[in-house]
């Protein structure tokens, strides 16, 4: 069983899956295209990580929300481990983290990945979220592609 709550990042198991998104990332894109939060970032007023853990309490998936404070938010720094592959947990996160989104009175929810994660873009696909021109920073960057979902 698969259970996603909100979480500090200075762990060392949530450090080690924010080297492996990066590492992933960096396989796929020049370095000037992954716009990845640090873990100071992730620690930043208006930023929540939630943490997917499976029934032994092994970190397998995590996320970020950042709120904007004016209604919307962005998705940052999904990444499942490669132990969490195929269980359902990238949509568990999603769950959790469009739940707490609308809690935290987000009704627009934008995210940017690449065009190279298809597995990614079909999955938020799936969820509702459409294309957009690029938004802020990856206005511009070949390798962005940004997505939507108005949340109800």
Known sequence: MTTVTVEDPRQPEIEALLRAGD??????????SCYMLDLDELRAEGVTVVVARDGEGRALGMAALVNRADGSGELKRLFVAESGRGQGVATAIMDALEALAH?????????????????????YEQRGYAHIENFGPYVGDEFSVCMQKLLA
């Open 23 to 32: 590492a992933y990332a960096l396989s796929l894109y020049p370095a000037d």
């Open 103 to 123: 809690a935290q009175g987000i009704r627009t929810l934008q995210l940017e990945t690449g065009p190279k994660q298809l597995a990614a873009i079909a999955l």
